[in-house]
T-cell receptor
């Protein structure tokens, strides 16, 4: 069974630009969550999608948004990039329930110059 | 407001000995806890979990202990192996938020180094 895939793996952008990251969950998984990892902050929850609906949201500004398609693939968008947005962005998928194991992708390393 | 804390950023252990990684939480609504392991350039991998109705869960060399009164959990690895060297994250969630989705709250991580 293929794991969670994320594209692109690496990305360099400049301040003010916008970026879109993609996540393909494990087949059959309907929940997709996004996390931001920065040094010293651990992993911080961004949002979670289930059946094309945002089910939960973390404490991030409105510049961070996402969506989920009918095939459960998800995209995350960050507009008006800031230097502090440089981070590893991780996507995780799970079957559906809150306590179902989340399986993580390798992440997208975003660098904002 | 860090609801889940791992106060030791790093830990070094000799091969064959026990590794003990600690995690504290503040939110009494948390009732499900997980440990993830992360190698460089890879996403976190699920290791072991425990529900608040238990105080211990064991899986091979890995055992997680939960002390609800102290709001503390620990991961024991016995015996430690060089391949266990990685960053370990504890995470928590409140399963009562069923319709709130997969909001895992992670600690900052502890980097474990197992010396041969």
């Amino acid at each position: 069974k293929a794991g969670v895939t994320q594209t692109p793996r690496y990305l360099i952008k400049t301040r003010g630009q916008q970026v879109t990251l993609s996540c393909s969950p494990i087949s059959g998984h309907r929940s997709v969550s996004w996390y931001q990892q920065t040094p010293g902050q651990g992993l911080q929850f961004l949002f979670e999608y289930f059946s094309e609906t945002q089910r939960n949201k973390g404490n991030f500004p409105g510049r961070f948004s996402g969506r989920q398609f009918s095939n459960s693939r998800s995209e995350m968008n960050v507009s008006t990039l800031e230097l502090g947005d440089s981070a590893l962005y991780l996507c995780a998928s799970s079957l559906a329930q809150l306590t179902d194991t989340q399986y993580f992708g390798p992440g997208t390393r975003l660098t904002v110059l | 407001d860090q609801q889940v804390k791992q106060n030791s950023p790093s830990l070094s252990v000799q091969e064959g000995r026990i590794s003990i990684l600690n995690c504290d939480y503040t939110n009494s609504m948390f009732d499900y806890f997980l440990w993830y392991k992360k190698y460089p350039a890879e996403g976190p991998t699920f290791l072991i979990s425990i529900s608040s109705i238990k105080d211990k869960n064991e899986d091979g060399r890995f055992t997680v202990f939960l002390n609800k009164s102290a709001k503390h959990l620990s991961l024991h690895i016995v015996p430690s192996q060089p391949g266990d060297s990685a960053v370990y994250f504890c995470a928590a969630l409140a399963s009562g938020d069923y319709n709130q989705g997969g909001k895992l709250i992670f600690g900052q991580g502890t980097e474990l180094s197992v010396k041969p």
